[in-house]
């Protein structure tokens, strides 16, 4: 079978690796891509851009592809998989209706207060004035959200009333994320350990994936700016297998039960973002309507089972027959960004050691931010791989993870050193 991923980053480049590794598989077009994806085993890039929706449908008709996995989220939300279902092809993700769960953080808000699913306390504006007004007010320290999409960057977590204002100015008057900011979302801001927990959903049954935890803060000790994200370690020992139950129970399964009472079988990859604080209670923090990056790296990375057969299932909507198998070693990922993200950070730099993954099986270099030119791998974004691997322990993993690291180098490069941290420090395995 012939399949297409859509979209250009480390997502993109681990769901191609994995769908590649399948003997089902001839072929696998990742549409743009960037320089990893084209250069693995039966994977191939063609230029169309991730939001050109009819560009890609086109090529799905004109090269037969049997199956489209969408990566990102703005062309689930400009409504990809609508727009497929129609032409009657094989398409996973969710439609425009179920992704608005990433969307609008007001309509998930709104949608959890409603369907009694633990988060934060809130409030949403479209009126910059009134949103300033609740700045002086609120508890401290508060979260800021544009409420749209804002490549995973447009939370700000304010300290003191100006921090908060600057935040809401920022948001709604500056118009730094766009049209994202033409409303906002002041939540309260929670204390524990964040988790990312994923699943697979076919409209009625929920295949939970392995979990995991990332860390969103660009520097030591989750200190710093937000960003997409600076490195992720499956599975999160935060989520033992008690947890799991309890996030099952309380949030994903009342999110399914409360999504199809709203009129969506919602069929794709769901992230839940939690934190778990002292109580105990898993509470919600955002929902994605894809898989999470840099979490999907390590994941997938540990996935033992075919992941075609598992998409396949949940378009049948069979999962309640299906299994998903895990290597039970831990893996580990630690992203190399420009100097500089999230903010400005200079493109074109030429990068080196990128063939120090290729003596062992249990690393691996994900690309993300990268384009080959003139026969040379160059950076083009701000992050830019993701050194991936498999180790005994966590610590171990972390160890192997960094030793790759070191091999890979180009001018300016960025990366925290103390991606698993907590998890090290708990001695966890």
Not at 42 to 63: E, H, P, T
Request: proline share 4%; glycine share 10%; aromatic share 6%.
């Amino acid at each position: 079978m012939k399949i297409l991923v859509v979209g250009s980053g480390g997502r993109e480049h681990a769901l191609a690796w994995a769908l590649a590794r399948s003997a089902r598989v001839e072929e696998v077009i990742v549409a743009p891509g960037n320089a990893g994806t084209d250069a693995e085993n039966k994977v191939r890039n063609i230029a169309i851009s991730a939001d050109d929706i009819n560009g890609l449908l086109q090529l799905v008709q004109m090269q037969n592809i049997d199956l489209t996995v969408i990566g990102p989220e703005a062309p689930l939300v400009a409504g990809i998989v609508d727009t497929f279902k129609a032409a009657g092809l094989r398409c996973f993700g969710p439609t425009a209706a179920g992704a608005q769960l990433e969307g609008s953080k007001a309509y998930t808000k709104e949608f959890l207060e409603r369907h009694n699913i633990p988060t934060a306390g809130y409030r949403d504006f479209t009126d910059p004035e009134a949103a300033l007004a609740y700045a002086q007010e609120c508890s401290l320290p508060t979260v800021v959200k544009a409420d749209g999409l804002a490549a995973g960057k447009g939370v700000i977590i304010a300290n003191t009333r100006n921090e908060a204002t600057a935040a809401v100015n920022l948001m709604m008057g500056d118009k730094a994320f766009g049209d994202a900011g033409n409303k906002v979302v002041i939540e309260d801001f929670l204390v524990g350990e964040e988790a990312s927990f994923m699943a697979i959903i076919d409209g009625e049954d929920i295949l939970p994936l392995a979990t995991s935890q990332d860390h969103k803060a660009r520097d030591e000790g989750d200190k710093g700016p937000n960003t997409g994200g600076m490195g992720a370690y499956s599975p999160a020992p935060v989520i033992d297998t008690a947890m799991a139950e309890r996030v099952m129970q309380e949030v994903m399964q009342p999110t399914v039960e409360g999504l199809k009472k709203d009129g969506e079988h919602y069929t794709g990859f769901l992230y839940a973002g939690l934190m778990i604080g002292d109580d105990g209670v898993p509470k919600v923090l955002e929902f994605n309507c894809r898989m999470g990056d840099p979490e999907t790296q390590p994941i997938l990375f540990r996935l033992k089972t075919d992941l075609v057969d598992l998409i396949d299932a949940a378009l049948d909507h069979n999962l309640s027959d299906t299994e998903a198998e895990w290597d039970p070693r831990p893996a580990l990922g630690v992203v190399l960004a420009s100097g500089g993200y999230p903010d400005s950070y200079n493109k074109g730099n030429a990068i080196s050691g990128l063939d120090a993954d290729s003596s062992d099986e249990h690393l691996k270099i994900f690309h993300a931010g990268t384009k080959e030119q003139d026969g040379k791998v160059l950076t083009n974004g701000g992050r830019v791989l993701c050194c991936v691997a498999l180790g005994d322990t966590v610590a171990d993993a972390q160890s192997q993870a960094y030793g790759l690291v070191d091999q890979v180098s180009w001018d300016k490069v960025y990366c925290r050193r103390d991606i698993g941290y907590r998890a090290v420090k708990r001695g966890s395995s």
